[in-house]
């Protein structure tokens, strides 16, 4: 069986062979269509389109996969019409001992950003007056409420929602500058440089956050976002130049080259990388656009997603989201269209077909995202991508699975590991982060380890990674906390993998569905079926498993409007281990 050694080269290979093909695809193009940079533009809109391209885009709202994210966006511009406008400041509280006051100004911030954008966008691709008019209400409204944000003092408690809000209203000028009055422009304006000003003079040129410490989650989301208002104003506002140059110099020196570990993923949690990705692309996007300059050739190494390539198992159809749903070891805000648009949006800069298949899993793109994550107060978090993915969609690179697409990961700076069967819908997916381990199969998690998610368990160790291209297996020695002393992950492709443990306590998982139980067998309506080889199933309560929304380091729980239950189910090892096989139907 080949090395991990030998795995991880050939995957290196694929990865830079990748970054090649993008680089020199990115160098040969002529001409850069919509979202794909273009002439320096000096007018609205131009962030992520000029009034030129915009004809474009209205032109295609009918073909191939844009039909799809067209109709999501329609229909989810429809539903922010019902939405409240914003009418008052949720000022900050301190103390705020378990997160309360942070969590209703984030969620309320992010709920407006979200439905200001997408009535923006909608009405810039689809020109109905109704979502024209409510994208003006909203960003108005927001920009009245949220203005005094410029009078406080700055902080990091604040400014993770503050400058997402800020691109916000950013977009919202851009996209809506022809239909403002002069006098509405300018309050816009006012709104975002007062937010702006007060931000670069007494957060971003501070030396904890302008220096290179500072390039987790929360730095590139709050220094994008910054950088997309500065090119908002750019022109209109003088110090927006001196706000410019800070965040490219940011991006050149910090964000890019350490935002991300060296293995490519994102030591802070997978939705993480997803968030990370989107303010990238987001910032570096709209800066070629407006100034010319290109931050994805020099960097395209840096823009990896072999943990979106590792994670996504299945397509999103519709529903409301839930944990390890279409991607393993994610939480429920954080599936495939948490990932779609990023997916989209590498496609596009670096012509990646398996990006792009991977991409096209979410049926439901295009939509505003509605996550299950709701305070006392009735804050909302929302997150909306649908019309970037709209513009970075782009039908040129086909949706393709290349012969060389890794199939195998290992990701030692967070401790996770993955092995996938193929890249089809409904194949097997294994994931494993420190002890747990999440199997999908059939579309579907049919074995997710059952424990206290609010407090990681100890580091895994000895990992290791055999794969010959048929089979794949994963070692690792567990920690005092593990509940195991040594496991093992055996999948043989195409159709079958083994969970084996080593230890005498009794084991619990939980799963999807309402699986028929023979037995020592689970068995799905698909024919799926997980089978206890050694050991015995001592239990399957098909209500056993709560899932709750608990934030702020496990101090905050919150409202969760589609409370979810699902089978747990509990086996005994027999003579010190526990074998587990999960076969897809027809075997």
Not at 223 to 238: C, I, K, M, N, R
Not at 267 to 275: H, N, P
Not at 318 to 328: A, K, L, P, Y
Request: aromatic share 10%; charged share 25%; hydrophobic share 40%.
């Amino acid at each position: 069986m080949t090395t991990i050694e030998d795995k991880r080269a050939s995957t290196e290979m694929y990865r830079s062979v990748s970054v090649l093909v993008g680089v020199v695809i990115l160098m040969m193009r002529p001409s850069l269509s919509a979202a794909d940079g273009g002439e320096k533009s000096g007018e609205h809109p131009r962030l992520y389109f000029s009034a030129e391209e915009l004809v474009r885009l209205r032109e295609l709202r009918t073909e191939g996969a844009r039909a799809l994210i067209w109709s999501n966006m329609m229909e989810s511009a429809d539903w922010c019409l019902t939405r409240p406008l914003r009418q008052k400041w949720i000022a900050p509280v301190k103390p705020d001992p378990i997160h309360a006051n942070l969590y209703d100004r984030f969620y309320a911030m992010m709920h407006d950003m979200a439905v200001m954008e997408h009535l923006a966008f909608a009405y810039s691709y689809g020109g109905d007056e109704r979502h024209g008019e409510a994208a003006v209400d909203w960003a108005l409204a927001c920009c009245r409420v949220w203005r005094r944000e410029a009078d406080g003092q700055p902080d990091g408690s604040k400014a993770y929602a503050v400058t997402r809000l800020l691109k916000g209203l950013a977009v919202s000028y851009d996209l809506l500058y022809d239909r403002l009055s002069e006098g509405e422009r300018e309050e816009l304006r006012t709104a975002i440089t007062s937010i702006g000003q007060a931000y670069y003079d007494e957060y971003f040129t501070s030396p904890s956050i302008a220096g290179a410490g500072f390039h987790t989650p929360h730095a590139i989301v709050e220094w994008a976002s910054f950088g997309v208002a500065a090119l908002a104003v750019l022109g209109e506002y003088t110090p927006a130049q001196q706000w410019l140059q800070a965040t490219v110099t940011k991006f050149r020196e910090h964000l890019l080259p350490v935002g991300l570990a060296a293995d490519g993923a994102q030591v802070e949690g997978s939705t993480f990388w997803a968030s990370t990705m989107q303010y990238r692309i987001a910032f570096m996007d709209a800066l070629r656009r407006v100034t010319g300059e290109d931050l994805f050739a020099p960097f395209a190494e840096k823009m990896d997603a072999r943990l979106a390539l590792a994670s996504v198992a299945a397509i999103k159809a519709g529903g409301h989201d839930q944990d390890h749903e279409t991607v393993v070891l994610e939480p429920s805000y954080g599936q495939v269209n948490y990932y779609s648009p990023v997916l989209l949006g590498l496609a596009r800069m670096y012509g990646n077909p398996l990006y792009q298949h991977l991409a096209l899993w979410d049926k439901t793109v295009g939509s505003v995202q509605q996550t299950r994550y709701v305070t006392d107060n009735g804050e909302w978090m929302l997150f909306d991508w649908g019309g970037y993915a709209y513009a970075w969609y782009d039908p040129t690179v086909p949706a393709e699975v290349g012969p060389d697409a890794p199939l195998s990961f290992n990701f030692p700076s967070v401790n996770e590991a993955y092995l996938r069967a193929s890249y089809q819908p409904g194949g097997i997916v294994v994931g494993m982060r420190r002890k747990a381990v999440v199997i999908h199969a059939g579309g579907r998690p049919v074995y997710a380890d059952h424990y206290d998610g609010h407090h990681p368990p100890a580091r895994v160790s000895d990992v290791a990674l055999e794969d010959d291209g048929g089979r794949a297996l994963l070692t690792c020695k567990g920690a005092e906390d593990s509940g195991f002393t040594r496991q093992a992950l055996l999948l043989r492709r195409p159709d079958r993998v083994t969970l084996t443990r080593h230890t005498d306590g009794e084991q619990s998982w939980w799963c999807y569905g309402n699986p028929l139980r023979e037995g020592n067998i689970l068995r799905w309506e698909d024919g799926t079926t997980l089978e206890v080889k050694r050991g015995a199933i001592v239990s399957l309560d098909p209500e056993g498993h709560h899932d709750e929304k608990v934030v702020g380091l496990g101090l905050l729980r919150l409202e969760d409007p589609m409370p979810m239950t699902y089978p747990l189910v509990k086996a005994q090892p027999q003579d010190g281990r526990l074998v587990v096989e999960v076969r897809l139907p027809g075997n």
